[in-house]
């Protein structure tokens, strides 16, 4: 926690969180598992309740472990794991009671060396996207101890939690893209998935502009919900209105990543998912703070979300334009000679 740049005020309650995240950290893997698992055969209203039922939940026992049993941070950590639980048992009893299309048997769950390579090429992207996360929380973290101090890292994590309200949606809608476009594909239907695409970009980035007007409209209001500290509230104000510059141009990243993934482009997927947050944004985050200080950690993010929606733009278009040669590629011929041109992105 000191590598991420925890400081002695934030340690003890960091620790005291940590230890009950990890202990029941089982329960957070087996769900998005099993989510990803549900997504895939077609049923997204499914994850999505296990994903609202979670979150309720999560709501609800907060202020009940950390304030009605005097728990504290503790007590915030165990109503996480506990919500995670009960989302990840709920999604396992689908599958138990055979609801799903993938059965949960002894005799299935045999390893396959070729599906588990497969896995694991098209699934490094989003790997390497959750690592360089946490690898980019540690820059991010570092750099606001030494130009912000505690309070900087407690706003840090509050306009997090806001960001998310946009980000998390956007991400919702690249899962929802994805069986659609490996359906359409394997069925070579290249023009459905060039307007499943247009239209998941649309509300992607309508999505993302209109999160950012509500924000900017009323940010006092938003960040007054976490805590009504004077000196909170005025440099929260400064950071959420630079960091959410960037929102509306995520959704082109999140939708391309998505694409490729879906389309078995191991290399391209790859590289969109360490686009922002690994090969924009730590450069950023070593170097405009040093010209800037304390706002050039904020700046960073737009500046990385704009970097990553350039790259995106780039690589959308040139996939884009082979599947809009033909609209409808019934034909063998011209099946053939789209997929050809995709073997070369």
Same mark, same amino acid.
């Given at each position: 926690m000191k590598v991420f740049g925890a400081t002695a005020g934030i340690l003890p309650y960091a620790r005291e969180y940590l230890e009950v995240i990890i202990a029941g950290g089982i329960f957070f893997v087996f769900g998005v598992a099993v989510q990803n698992i549900v997504r895939a055969e077609g049923n997204a209203r499914l994850a999505m309740n296990?994903?609202?039922?979670?979150?309720?939940?999560?709501?609800?026992?907060?202020?009940?472990?950390?304030?009605?049993?005097?728990?504290?941070?503790?007590?915030?950590?165990?109503?996480t794991v506990l919500s995670q639980a009960v989302a990840s048992v709920w999604l396992l009893l689908y599958y138990l009671k055979g609801k799903g299309a993938v059965p949960f048997r002894s005799e299935t769950l045999k390893p396959d060396p070729e599906i588990i390579k497969e896995i694991g090429a098209i699934g490094t992207g989003s790997f390497v996207m959750e690592?360089?996360?946490?690898?980019?929380?540690?820059?991010?973290?570092?750099?606001?101890?030494?130009?912000?101090?505690?309070?900087?890292?407690?706003?840090?994590?509050?306009?997090? $939690?806001?960001?998310?309200?946009?980000?998390?949606?956007?991400?919702?809608?690249?899962?929802?893209?994805?069986?659609?476009?490996?359906f359409n594909y394997g069925a070579k239907r290249y023009g459905r998935i060039a307007e499943a695409v247009k239209l998941s970009l649309v509300a992607a980035t309508t999505f993302g502009l209109l999160g950012m007007l509500?924000?900017?409209?009323?940010?006092?209001?938003?960040?007054?919900?976490?805590?009504?500290?004077?000196?909170?509230?005025?440099?929260? $104000?400064?950071?959420?209105?630079?960091?959410?510059?960037?929102?509306?141009?995520?959704?082109?990243?999140?939708?391309?990543?998505?694409?490729?993934q879906a389309l078995g482009k191991a290399k391209p997927a790859f590289l969109l998912s360490i686009s922002r947050q690994l090969l924009?944004?730590?450069?950023?985050?070593?170097?405009?703070?040093?010209?800037?200080?304390?706002?050039?950690?904020?700046?960073?993010?737009?500046?990385?979300?704009?970097?990553?929606?350039?790259?995106?733009?780039?690589?959308?278009?040139?996939?884009?334009?082979?599947?809009?040669?033909? $609209?409808?590629?019934?034909?063998?011929?011209?099946?053939?000679?789209?997929?050809? $041109?995709?073997?070369?992105?």
């Open positions: 296990a994903m609202l039922v979670g979150g309720c939940l999560n709501i609800l026992l907060d202020p009940l472990f950390m304030f009605g049993f005097g728990m504290g941070v503790r007590g915030a950590a165990i109503a690592c360089s996360s946490s690898v980019m929380m540690i820059f991010v973290y570092n750099a606001l101890a030494i130009y912000g101090g505690d309070v900087a890292i407690a706003v840090f994590g509050v306009v997090m $939690k806001i960001n998310s309200f946009i980000f998390l949606p956007l991400l919702g809608m690249g899962f929802g893209l994805q069986p659609i476009v490996g509500i924000i900017y409209l009323f940010t006092e209001q938003i960040l007054g919900l976490f805590s009504t500290d004077p000196q909170y509230l005025e440099l929260g $104000k400064n950071a959420i209105m630079i960091i959410v510059l960037g929102t509306p141009l995520i959704g082109l990243n999140v939708v391309t990543s998505t694409l490729f924009f944004l730590i450069p950023a985050i070593i170097i405009l703070p040093r010209l800037y200080d304390l706002p050039g950690v904020w700046a960073a993010f737009p500046v990385s979300d704009f970097l990553a929606f350039m790259l995106s733009g780039f690589l959308l278009f040139r996939v884009y334009r082979i599947f809009k040669e033909r $609209k409808e590629a019934s034909k063998i011929g011209a099946g053939s000679e789209i997929a050809d $041109k995709m073997s070369h992105i």
